[in-house]
């Protein structure tokens, strides 16, 4: 097979045998759009046609960071539920008992997962036949007998072609259904943060939903007037979350996050078996993956509607494989979609900063933003030959954490925030829409898009410590909880001038530490 390591794939360079390939692999895809897992059947916010329909395997967001109160360690974060109704009971919101939630860890670079933690998901309900309520008195212990119905779970982890139990019949958070059920929520979900050997923490249960964006954007941008900008759509929303706090040995190659600090991260939902739209027969054997993610916004607005579910169904050394997927990051719909309803002209085609971006990881042999930052030929024991273009969060860990972190992550100057892994608190929205009107490249605002969606922190404040999540919501606006939660600390990020990466020069590592030497650019 043709190395593809130096250069990510175009229409010139992907040889006949990954077009085969990919053809067999974008026909297992969409072979997935006839059929519907469990209960219906995909990824980041009802994003593509199948998991929205089925909203317990539906993963809206991955986070990954290096923790910024242990910073020997990197904090993993998947949701998964999206638009969960704070007072959506009776039976309000449970992991799926028949899926399997999964973050995978790529530290080698060829797309496939070297590291995988696996959650299953167990229910009990203590009295079905006399009962309707979630809980049947105030809940005050995560053990607490008035909690009728409870979920646990056995946390895994599978490496080198070997599985081990870290966690068995671990307490998940319950649903927090209000004061008059939960007096002390805060106290409540804290038991359920279990401590696991090594030195790493684990936490499963209901969450404030930290993505922060205004989605009326789906209204063709707004309807055309940016005035229309600002409102949080996802305010007083929860989700379901899995966190995990790791040494950050246990996912560098090798085990030596010195030598080899970057890995890609993306999470998946696998359901056993699938049934035919609403046949209700099972036709598949074994476990299918049907939800997918990694970078923020991917499915949504780079890959086209055709191709979302069969996207959510491969893994990410296939991706290189699917042409028709790969065109749409070298030459995106979006850009075009702007310069069509406000006439900001597009950037120029081929789009070799996003294919670095999502494909490759940055690094100055990957494409035109000439930095070393996260790919993972930074990593000293990785086989070049062995590095394929794969959609993946990376983050190199030996970035330490930012004393004053910027929202817009990278393009400020921040370089512990996205797309150098994501942190609860980055504006993925506003980083994203400047880095696919070119701001990477150029490094320079586009100036019309400059306030972004102007939703610009999470409506309720994020924790200290470990899950470092919002406490759920008990209304709507969200806005109630401010005052309500303790352990909520503002993490508002201070709106930085841009400070783009393109063309800043190297990123060293070294025994003292990475050094960027860059050149700043101020907004145009």
Known sequence: MKNTSAQPPSRRTLDQSLVVLGAGALATGLAVLSLAPGISAASSHREAPMTAGDPRADN???????????????TLVANWIPFEEPNGGPNFYAFADDARYNIKIDNTGDGTA???????????????????????????????????????YDLTVTE?????????????????????????????RAQAVRQVAGGAKAFAGQAEDPFFADLRVFDLLYGGDLSERGQDTLAGYNVNSVALQVPKK???????????????????????????????????????????????????????????????????????????VVDKVYDPILPKLIQKVYGIPAPKTPRNDLAEIYLTGICKACGPIKADLNAHRLNKDADPRQIFPAEELRLNMAVAPAKKPQRLGVLAGDLAGFPNGRRLADDAIDISLQAVEGAAQTGKLVPALAAGDKV???????????????????????????????DQVSTALD????????????????????????RRNTRS
């Open 60 to 74: 809206t967001d991955v986070y990954a960071f290096t923790s910024p109160d242990r910073s020997g360690t990197v």
């Open 114 to 152: 070297d590291v995988t933690y696996t959650w299953r998901f167990r229910n009990e309900v203590r009295d079905a036949e006399n009962q309707f309520l979630y809980n049947t008195g105030p809940v005050r212990r995560i053990d607490d007998p008035n909690l009728n119905f409870r979920q646990t």
């Open 160 to 188: 080198g072609g070997s599985t081990r139990t870290l966690l068995r019949n671990a307490p998940v958070a319950p649903s927090r259904v209000g004061k008059a059920s939960m007096p002390d929520y805060g106290a409540l």
């Open 250 to 324: 246990f996912l560098a190659l090798r085990g030596d996050a010195t030598r080899n600090p970057v890995v890609g991260i993306w999470s998946t939902t696998d359901r056993e078996g699938a049934d035919v739209m609403g046949g209700g027969k099972r036709n598949h054997e074994g476990w299918r993956q049907v939800s997918r993610l990694g970078n923020p916004l991917v499915n949504e607005v780079v890959v086209p509607l055709k191709y979302k579910d069969a996207f959510n169904s491969i893994s990410p050394d296939q991706d290189r494989t699917v042409q028709p």
């Open 456 to 486: 610009d922190t999470n409506d309720v404040r994020f924790g200290k410590t470990f899950p470092y999540l919002a406490l759920p919501s008990t209304t709507k606006s969200g806005a109630k909880n401010r005052a309500a939660d303790a």
């Open 495 to 518: 709106p930085a001038n841009a400070v783009a990466i393109g063309g800043v020069g190297a990123l060293l590592l070294g025994t003292g530490g990475f050094r960027l030497w860059r």
